[in-house]
């Protein structure tokens, strides 16, 4: 059976220390900058607060992995470098990259930190990650959501390292790292600021009626009646109208959160070594009930128990759960 | 520190209002005392607000006969009760219940969380609402219960019945 | 000299349309290059394989140089085998849209595609170690990353290539919006996004037009338009401007842009040409300018 390691967000030093001492394996977190894909206001951590959270972790046994996962653009390159820099002199346990560039650089200049495959890769095939585990000794991919289990069962087979797989948090429909939804309307871009859907472009609009819009950049992304439970104003989580459907429609999603909980023992009977939670966004109190949830659930089931677990619906966007492409290849 | 709380840029009407102005200026020493207090403890907090100091906030606790205004500059820091119809324009407005915002304060709820279900309003500057989440969240410990603490035994007593009678719907 | 490519088509244009569009390239559109293949999705693929060889033919008979593109997205068996298979050509030249290729192609001489995400020139050195000879920049970049990238390559003795015509591809989705937005599935799909051959449009609920759909693609609403900023492109270092096929005269398109490149047309007399070319759709260069990707900078503005 495979380790099952839980792998939680931490989005501040607090976060870090809730996850923490919640019962994370491992944490992971990024710098103030387009050095990582939750470069959001107010987020993150600076190089000292960042020492004193691995200081904080390891003391307890718990692994800190750093997300360097963007695309610097040409130019720019060195402030990616550094912060790998900064990382391996702290003493991260791992990064997670998605541009080559990055990979490579790593690879040669911190060969003793191990290297982690971001989900911005997107590397969904054996092959594809084969390339990154030939060329950078990556150790673990991060896999895309849009894999059903018999499907991860197989390309575990067929690869060298580790797979880790989202088991709850925000349910990304696009392939990561191949996205540029947010830089057409906001010219922040995903790949190379950091950012999805930036606060700077949000706007909340209550209107007479109790229902309440909201805006990016000024184009309407969704309208929600007064009684209708809300979501990110995510472009891909937006209502819209097409030729066939002049009523409005999620072309895309609906608002609603990924939550593998049922699916745990499949998934890691199908070879998966570690459960990732998204949402380095999101607050303690998220990170605490969430973390404490799974953690309990992988304790249970490592010791041949059915899990029992707590029902996490009311963190989750629209409140509304799914498991996406896990479940059937219907979700496609 | 703005002390007067008292002072409307709007004149009311005669006879209205004047409960809310006398709760504002019940409230406004204990409010005083508290931001000082915070701001002193917690000086890191500033650092992600970034821009944002000098944003005016107006937290709206729909159930208590005033709002709070809040500007988070370490320099002039203000946070006042303020009657409704004398608010201040604000870069930002947070609304909800008041328990609610006190367990966002602390972190005993999750802002998204409330946000999904429309208990929590947000309106204005998203991104100026955004870093102070962010910057309160990276408070350890309960500000409700620093704030209750510097109040001694009775400040306690009514926290845990604020609590106790508050129930989640 | 600059060249002009013919991207790949996006859509899923039936098969008598996509015969006479290539007939008509090869006899009248100014363009060096062709790419040809199926990008998108697997499942299309089929209905193009058949006519491919008489396709490569004709160009190539046209004095057009060909290559085939690989798949964006590889993650079932048929995907896995169509990007071996495509790896393991001598001939004609193939461009990789997946690191799947690049796995299967090792250092045999490739071209990158657009999907590949070739943001600056650390990767693109790593890249061109291991065979690459050309490398296509993501559309979102802006012109100062665009100036760095092309300079590096170039040094490298790479070809450079940007998109400067069509709709950009802003996501690519493991589900089908297409058969989404007709109550299908990606399994069900019965190819309904043959009916739209500029792609499915999508609009705001209060009816401001955003984006495209085509297939698993969301794409811009607008075309992308870099004709006044070609001049620029070229003295950065850029060798090869992509023009990508839209339901349009794409031979009017080339027109334009080849007589902007070689001097013999004046710009805005080109640019009157390419946007009647065009019907009314809306154009763009947002990205080039560091803005949001759907606005059109004027060049007074633009400086």
Redesign the interface.
């Known amino acids: 059976m495979s380790l099952a390691e839980l792998i939680c967000p931490a989005g501040t030093p607090a976060a870090l220390r809730t996850a923490v001492d919640a019962g994370a394996d491992a944490v992971y977190c990024g710098f103030q900058d387009a050095t990582n894909a939750r470069n959001f206001p107010g987020l993150n951590f600076t190089p000292a607060e960042l020492a004193e959270a691995v200081a904080y972790a390891h003391a307890r046994g718990t692994k800190v992995l750093l997300a360097l996962n963007t695309y610097p653009p040409a130019g720019k390159v060195d402030l990616w470098r550094q912060a790998a820099d900064t990382g391996a002199r702290l003493g991260v346990d791992a990064f997670i990259v998605a541009d080559m560039g990055v990979a490579d650089y790593i690879a040669r200049t911190h060969p003793g930190t191990r290297l982690h495959l971001s989900v911005q890769a997107a590397a969904s095939s054996p092959e594809a990650i084969r390339y990154y585990c030939a060329h950078f000794g990556v150790k673990r991919v991060v896999l895309p959501r849009i894999l059903t289990i018999p499907e991860i069962r197989q390309i575990r087979k067929e690869i060298p390292c580790e797979i880790e797989t989202f088991i709850f948090g925000n349910h990304g429909l696009m392939v990561e790292g191949r996205c540029s939804l947010t830089n057409y309307l906001t010219g922040q871009s995903t790949n190379m600021d950091g950012v999805c859907s930036p606060a700077s472009d949000v706007e909340y609009k209550r209107h007479e009626d109790g229902s309440m819009s909201s805006q990016l950049a000024g184009f309407t992304i969704d309208c929600f009646g007064a009684d209708e439970k809300a979501g990110y104003p995510t472009i891909c989580k937006g209502r819209y109208t097409a030729p066939h459907r002049p009523e409005g429609y999620y072309a895309f999603e609906e608002p609603i959160s990924l939550n593998l909980s049922k699916l745990l023992p499949e998934l890691i009977d199908a070879g998966v070594h570690a459960f990732k939670i998204e949402g380095r966004q999101r607050s303690k109190s998220y990170v605490r009930g969430v973390v404490t949830a799974f953690r309990k659930a992988v304790d249970d089931i490592r010791a041949g128990r059915p899990a029992d677990m707590a029902d996490l619906v009311a963190l989750t966007e629209g409140q509304k759960q799914t498991q996406g492409a896990f479940e059937t290849k219907k979700w496609r | 520190m703005t002390l007067n709380a008292t002072v409307s840029q709007k004149s009311p009407l005669p006879g209205r209002g004047i409960a809310e102005r006398l709760a504002c200026a019940v409230v406004q020493p204990v409010l005083s005392r508290v931001v000082r207090r915070i701001a002193s403890r917690h000086s890191s907090l500033f650092a992600?607000?970034?821009p944002h100091q000098s944003t005016d906030f107006l937290i709206d606790p729909i159930e208590l006969p005033f709002a709070l205004h809040l500007r988070p500059d370490p320099q002039d820091l203000v946070l006042r009760a303020v009657p409704r119809d004398a608010a201040p324009r604000a870069g930002a407005t947070i609304r909800g219940r008041f328990m609610l915002l006190l367990e966002?304060i602390d972190?005993?709820?999750?802002?998204?969380?409330a946000?999904?279900?429309?208990d929590l309003?947000?309106?204005g500057?998203?991104?100026a609402?955004?870093?102070?989440?962010?910057?309160l969240?990276?408070?350890?410990g309960s500000i409700a219960e620093e704030t209750a603490a510097m109040f001694g035994r009775p400040g306690r007593a009514i926290l845990s019945r604020l609590r106790r009678s508050y129930i989640p719907s | 000299m600059t060249k002009l490519t013919l991207g790949p088509i996006a859509y899923h244009w039936p098969a008598e349309m996509r015969r006479d569009f290539y007939t008509r390239i090869a006899d009248e559109a100014p363009v060096d290059e062709v790419y040809l293949g199926e990008v998108i999705c697997s499942k299309r693929a089929p209905f193009q394989e058949a006519d491919l060889p008489a396709t490569i033919e004709r160009l190539e008979r046209a004095g057009k140089t060909v290559i085939l593109s690989s798949l964006a997205e590889v993650m079932l068996t048929r995907e896995r085998k169509a990007t071996a298979d495509l790896a393991a050509l001598e001939a004609p030249e193939i461009e990789i849209n997946n690191a799947a290729g690049l796995f299967a192609r090792g250092k045999r001489p490739h071209r990158i595609g657009p999907f590949m995400n070739a943001y600056n020139e650390v990767t693109i050195a790593w890249m061109a170690s291991q065979g690459a000879t050309h490398v296509s920049l993501p559309a979102e970049m802006p012109a100062p990353a665009i100036a760095a990238a092309a300079g590096a390559a170039r040094d490298l003795g790479l070809g450079v290539e940007v998109q400067v015509f069509g709709r950009a591809s802003l996501a690519v989705s493991a589900r089908c919006y297409h058969a989404r937005a007709h109550g299908r599935t990606k399994d069900n799909c019965q190819f309904v996004c043959e009916n739209d051959d500029d792609g499915m449009p999508l609009r705001t609920t209060d009816n401001r037009p955003i984006l495209r759909v085509n297939g698993i693609q969301t794409q811009s609403e607008s075309y992308v338009d870099l004709l006044p900023e070609t001049a620029r492109l070229i003295e950065v270092g850029v060798t090869h401007l992509r023009l990508m096929p839209q339901a349009a005269d794409m031979v009017a398109v080339a027109s334009a842009f080849r007589g902007v490149v070689d001097g013999t047309h004046d710009l805005l007399e080109a640019e009157a040409g390419l946007h009647q070319a065009c019907g009314g759709n809306s154009f763009s260069n947002g990205f080039y300018h560091g803005e949001a990707g759907y606005r059109r900078i004027s060049r007074a503005a633009a400086g």
Not at chain 2, 107 to 113: L, R
Not at chain 2, 115 to 118: A, L, P
Not at chain 2, 129 to 135: C, F, T
């Open positions: 992600r607000l970034g966002l972190s005993e709820e999750d802002g998204d969380a946000f999904f279900s429309r309003e947000v309106s500057d998203t991104e609402v955004v870093r102070l989440r962010n910057a969240d990276d408070v350890d």
